[in-house]
């Protein structure tokens, strides 16, 4: 897959925040399930494609936490990794969105 190929690339340089998209598969505001969750949905991703460790985000804004994945600089790409994410875990399909995001671009 072009996505997973692209993924764990990183260059040894800084990185860049700029506008972009991320794949959210879980948001809950059920405190202390939530957080436990969204650690162990990361164990679930990492398990089976390692190379994802450094694309997935977990957030608490309160008072939610968030799993988001990737570093999308268009919407296009956004769309090839929501399908690739449910296509390798079809579990999540029910949570999986586009969302705008701050992102890295190294």
Known sequence: STILATIGK??????QEVKGYRIQIFSSNKGAM???????????????HPKLADEIYITYTSPFWKVRIG??????NAQELRRWII?????????TYIVPSMIFVY
Do not use: G, Q, S
């Open 10 to 15: 990183k260059v040894a340089t800084e990185a």
């Open 34 to 48: 939530a957080r436990d969750r969204a650690f162990e949905i990361k164990e679930i991703l990492v398990a089976k």
């Open 71 to 76: 570093n999308c600089e268009t919407n296009a």
């Open 87 to 95: 296509a390798e875990y079809p579990e999540f399909t029910t949570e």
